[in-house]
Structures are given as structure tokens and as C-alpha cells.
T-cell receptor, first 112, second 115 residues
Framework: ELKVEQNPLFLSMQEGKNYTIYCNYS?????LYWYRQDPGKSLESLFV?????AVKQEGRLMASLDTKARLSTLHITAAVHDLSATYFC????????????FGTGTRLQVTL | DAGVIQSPRHEVTEMGQEVTLRCKPI?????LFWYRQTMMRGLELLIY????????DSGMPEDRFSAKMPNASFSTLKIQPSEPRDSAVYFC?????????????FGSGTRLTVV
């Protein structure tokens, strides 16, 4: 059974600081996604990572994938309050067609 | 494109009543998923369809839950009879391998409260 673990579960950081969220998964994956969820809202796709060494950047967020280590990171640069949300790492396992397995989520709170 | 459309947005019902949640996927998407989100269990996949055919329903909690997809543009998730522990946010999502970056689009969710 594919397991996806994120850490930390909760992150409080000051504006302007940098931090990294980690995502470990237990079996080979076809692809990996990062999603954002604001309180009471739906899930918004941020990145899809398809191959080893893939790196994607959008604004202050950068995601990377190491398939050998089964590790993905979401790096936050110079955090701003608008980044406050819950971030999910989502993995598609091999042979599971399009079945998504969600991580526990990391609740990010950016304070002034 | 209007995205994935779910209805109702909120549903409050009494224990024992039947509840039907509805989803309209993005046109052209051939995969449809139903997820449930709770504080205790996070996001759980309940069932997914490919070309209107159920592929994996192993996440459906019990026989009280059923899902159908009678055509490519409509799916329902039914709970009968409903129980307080079914209270959660239910999300529908759709995707297509032909979509750029294999995107998955989620609906706005239905917040179900069973009292």
C-alpha cells in the first residue's frame, strides 16, 4: 500500500523567511503533485513532477523530486502572508491508473 | 470551462435520511473521482470511474454508500441511510491523461452535516 508522509504537519513562519516542506512516499511513483487548499475551499494544483530531478518553480514556491530517494520537497522563499494555506503532496502509484494518494498535509501559517 | 461542478454546496440532514451528492466533470475528462475529507482521516479516495465504469471502489466505507456514473457528464454519490459519522466534505475531481501535465481538477466540494 502506497503511503505518503509529509513533515512538518504544521509550520508557523515569519514573513520573509525560507523553509522547506518534505514529502516521503513508500513505493515507486509514476508522478507527484503538490496541491494547495485554503480553509473551507477546494484544492488547487500547484505543480506536477514527472521524472527524477524535476524542478518546478512558481513565484515563491519551488518543488523538486528525487525518485531514487522517494522524496519531494516544496521550498518556500521569502514567505508572505498570502501563502498561508495547507499544502498536500499527492502521489500516483504504479499500476494504479490515475489513483491519487494524499499526504497528511502541511498547514502553513505565515505571520507578520 | 466552468470546471468541476458539485451540488449542493452544503447539505444538512437528519440521521437515517438519504443523501445524494452530484458532480459534473470537465467535458472531455474520462476519469472521475470521489474523495472525502475529514479532520481525523484527511483526504480519502472513495471510488473512481474511467469512461463511466467504476474501477476501484475499495474506499467506499460500507454498503450504505453507492456511486453511479450514468454518462460522461454526471455522477452521483448516495448515502442511505446517513449517519453522523458521514459528516465530512466530499470532493469530486476529474482528469484526463490527455490533459497537459495530467491535471486533476477538483470541484468546490459538498459539506455534509448529518445530525
Amino acid at each position: 500500500e502506497l503511503k505518503v508522509e509529509q513533515n512538518p504537519l504544521f509550520l508557523s513562519m515569519q514573513e520573509g523567511k525560507n523553509y522547506t516542506i518534505y514529502c516521503n512516499y513508500s513505493t515507486t511513483s509514476d508522478r507527484l503533485y503538490w496541491y494547495r487548499q485554503d480553509p473551507g475551499k477546494s484544492l488547487e494544483s500547484l505543480f506536477v513532477l514527472l521524472s527524477n530531478g524535476a524542478v518546478k518553480q512558481e513565484g515563491r514556491l519551488m518543488a523538486s523530486l528525487d525518485t531514487k530517494a522517494r522524496l519531494s520537497t516544496l521550498h518556500i522563499t521569502a514567505a508572505v502572508h498570502d501563502l498561508s494555506a495547507t499544502y498536500f503532496c499527492v502521489v500516483v502509484g504504479p499500476g494504479t491508473a490515475s489513483k491519487l494518494t494524499f499526504g497528511t498535509g502541511t498547514r502553513l501559517q505565515v505571520t507578520l | 470551462d466552468a470546471g468541476v461542478i458539485q451540488s449542493p454546496r452544503h447539505e444538512v440532514t437528519e440521521m437515517g435520511q438519504e443523501v445524494t451528492l452530484r458532480c459534473k466533470p470537465i467535458s472531455g475528462h474520462d476519469y472521475l473521482f470521489w474523495y472525502r475529507q475529514t479532520m481525523m482521516r484527511g483526504l480519502e479516495l472513495l471510488i473512481y470511474f474511467n469512461n463511466n465504469v467504476p474501477i476501484d471502489d475499495s474506499g467506499m466505507p460500507e454498503d450504505r454508500f453507492s456511486a453511479k456514473m450514468p454518462n460522461a457528464s454526471f455522477s452521483t454519490l448516495k448515502i442511505q441511510p446517513s449517519e453522523p459519522r458521514d459528516s465530512a466534505v466530499y470532493f469530486c475531481a476529474s482528469s484526463s491523461p490527455g490533459t497537459a501535465n495530467y491535471g486533476y481538477t477538483f470541484g468546490s466540494g459538498t459539506r455534509l452535516t448529518v445530525v
